[in-house]
């Protein structure tokens, strides 16, 4: 019998396959798309996220990032991470990273979907395969996860983003985060040549709308050749649990916050490890507890980031504090890292 099955097959799904062929278990993905698969992400992996990657035996092609600055008119903010270094990469490249390693180690990966999910005492089924246990990684809008009544309503304040590449030469090795008062923009560097920006807001508008709020930056990027417009949203995911039986969720399916401090990648990777680690110990139930510890910090800052992004005039004030306090800017980026 399969030990572990994992529904979906992006970065936190084969980092959950990856883990439970490297602890001696059996496992199967199911995913629908083809690889590398592509979509809407900030694209800037932390360092936590860069040292998940090398323990997996994962090393993709980017650009290294040296830290976070925040950016608002000629307000500027930044700060180095501590000791190692962050990556820019291409969404497709990690895709692909992660693929051939999980196929190196014997991971099967089959097209389909999970679709309903059957579970007796002792084992767990879905698309058609039985398996001791079932890890759910399928994404922001986790099919899984709504068909055993774990989702939660999102709530009013809902944020939504969007990105596309720019063929333009990157000039920095620093994530920049542009604030408006109509949302934020990330930069990041992925190639020598190229530069992703992703937007976010509480307003659907088109993208070129979106960046309109930014006009140094849309400055900087006048005249590149740009890729399409890929989008991801609402944001705010709300789960009731992580562990339903023979169940555990991981990544964006165990419940989203936001985008803002780009750490999707990084706490993917953790959880999907936090959860084979507690399956192949047969302390399963243990992993609620660990998803709790491990994302506290993230989502404390992150929720009072975002919170000061709901209006306007407290938004605008966040990279003038920021350069005032540097100290403390520079603590809560290396908290996050």
């Given at each position: ?6 529904a979906g097959?992006?970065?936190?799904g ?6 439970s ?6 496992a199967v993905v199911?995913?629908?798309r ?8 900030g ?10 990657l ?6 993709p ?9 925040y ?8 700060a180095?991470f ?5 990556l ?5 490249e990690?895709h692909r990273a992660?693929?051939?390693r999980?196929l190196?180690l014997?991971v099967?990966?089959v ?6 999910v ?5 084992t767990v089924t ?7 246990w079932l890890i ?10 709504r ?6 309503p ?10 596309r590449?720019?063929r ?5 090795d620093?994530v920049e985060?542009?604030?408006?008062g ?7 560097p992925v ?8 937007v976010?807001?509480r307003?659907?508008?088109g993208y ?9 930056l ?6 590149a ?8 949203g ?7 649990r992580?562990v339903?039986?023979?169940v555990?969720l ?7 916050v936001d985008?803002l ?6 706490l993917?990777l953790?959880?999907a490890?936090?959860a084979?680690?507690c399956?192949a ?7 609620e507890?660990a998803w709790?510890?491990?994302t506290r910090?993230?989502r ?11 209006r306007p005039?407290?938004a ?7 350069a005032?306090?540097?100290?403390v800017f ?8």
């Open positions: 019998m399969i030990d572990v099955l994992v097959g992006g970065p936190a084969l980092a959950a396959a990856i883990h062929a490297l602890a001696g278990l059996e199911v995913e629908p083809t690889a590398p698969v592509d979509k809407a992400c694209e800037g992996v932390m360092p936590s996220g860069v040292a998940g090398r323990a997996l035996g994962v090393e092609v980017g650009k290294e990032l040296r830290g976070i600055r950016v608002d008119g000629t307000a500027r903010a930044e180095s501590r000791g190692s270094r962050g820019g990469v291409r969404r497709t990690l992660l693929h051939e999980a190196g014997g099967r990966i097209p389909g979907r999970a679709g309903e059957r579970q007796t005492a002792d879905a698309a058609g395969l039985t398996a001791r759910a990684a399928d994404g922001l809008h986790s099919a899984v996860r068909g055993l009544g774990l989702e939660l999102g709530g009013a304040h809902r944020r939504y983003g969007l990105r590449h720019y333009v030469e990157p000039w920095t620093f985060v542009h604030w408006s109509r949302g934020e923009a990330y930069v990041t190639a020598d040549d190229l530069v992703g920006v992703a976010l807001s307003v659907r508008r070129d709308e979106h960046l309109a709020g930014f006009p140094d849309t400055a900087s990027l006048r005249g050749g740009a890729t399409e417009v890929r989008g991801a609402p944001l705010l995911q709300r789960v009731r992580r339903a039986g023979r555990l991981v990544g964006d399916a165990a419940g989203y985008a401090t780009g750490e999707g990648i990084a993917g953790t959880t490890g936090a084979v680690r399956l110990a047969g302390r399963a139930r243990e992993y507890r709790a510890l491990l910090r993230h404390l800052l992150t929720g009072a980031l975002l919170a000061a992004s709901r005039g407290t605008r004030m966040v990279v003038p504090a920021a005032r306090l540097p100290p520079t603590a809560a980026v290396r908290a996050l890292q």
